[in-house]
């Protein structure tokens, strides 16, 4: 398990950083009706869908390989092709350099569905949480262990947008003060940290891969 805890640990940390994932609940925050209540629907509804991609991946990823000629081969590509799409996500943003902007507030909304929602087409998140899922899921470390790294891995990934809430419901009267240079740092340099580190992971991820199918 603990080698697994290794393996997962670079993924897991490029899947919590989410500069407009903390911008997006930050903006929720800052609502007028029950802003807390909300916050934490969001992030609820985010927890959820990690917790159907996990169970999704697990019940069809090891179906999936088991049935191909080469199974290691086909994990490496898996790996690779991920890793592929990273650096494709950070090609788009340096070409475009557009940024995602938070929707502007609106009354009643669901907010647990937003924060399922939010995290379908957070690509910066998923891939790398999708990496991960794949090897708990082939490392065969028992369904005990499968669940506690999954916990893990859920934990680790939705950090960075949980963090505003906690400082919030544990700090309300200093959460301000701490917020503040935390919202400004990650607005000025949170995209380029994230597409640095993603590029390291896309690299680890392709290497990881063709380790995979060399050892074929």
Known sequence: MEKTLLEILPLALAATISPTGLLFVTMILTGKDHPKKNSVLFLCGSVIFLIVLSTVISLTYKTTVATASHPSTLSGVIDIVLGLLIIMVIGKAVIFGKKDKPAKKKRHRPYLVMGFLYMIINASTLIPYIAA???????NIGLGNALLVFTVLILI?????????????????????????VRSFMSRYGNQIAQAYFFLIAI??????????RAN
Request: hydrophobic letters at 50%.
């Open 204 to 213: 680890y991820l392709i290497v990881h891969g063709i380790v995979g199918i």
């Open 133 to 139: 899922s794949k090897i708990i899921t082939q490392n």
């Open 157 to 181: 990934t939705m950090f960075m947008i949980s963090f505003p809430v906690i400082i919030t419901i544990l700090l309300p009267g200093k959460s301000e003060r701490v917020m503040k240079p």
